[in-house]
């Protein structure tokens, strides 16, 4: 059974950072994408970013560009969320989610097989 485990929630003052990591466990480590969605109150989910395991292509949300940088350590099954310059718009419940057999997509358009339980982050201004 797959399991995702985030952490490195909290809370930060506008223009701070923060670092979300998530380890997956139980799924294949041939050919996968690992992303981050967050969910703010009162409004739908949404892809943050994501990143093939071949290859390593990067995916973004347009409003974090810049100020998110997502990894991959293959070795560990963990994808880190760094993020810098955070704002008060960053708040949300933040989701990792993993895909399998899914290179060469878009990762803001895939169907993600299994999700975290979530971390909270927020942004006091």
């Known amino acids: 059974q797959v399991q995702l485990v985030e952490s490195g929630g909290g809370s930060v003052q506008a223009g701070g950072s923060l670092r979300l990591s998530c380890t997956a466990s139980g799924g294949t480590t041939i050919n996968f994408a690992m992303a981050w969605f967050r969910q703010a109150s009162g409004k739908e989910r949404e892809f943050v970013a994501g990143?093939?395991?071949?290859?390593?292509?990067?995916y973004y949300e347009n409003s974090v560009k810049g100020r998110f940088t997502i990894s991959l350590d293959n070795a560990k099954n963990t994808v880190y969320l760094q993020m810098n310059t955070l704002n008060a718009e960053d708040t949300a419940v933040y989701y990792c989610?993993?895909?399998?057999?899914?290179?060469?997509?878009?990762?803001?358009?895939?169907?993600?097989?299994?999700w975290g339980q979530g971390t909270q982050v927020a942004v006091s201004s």
């Open positions: 990143i093939h395991n071949l290859g390593g292509s990067t």
């Open positions: 989610a993993v895909c399998y057999y899914c290179s060469g997509y878009d990762l803001a358009d895939v169907e993600y097989n299994y």
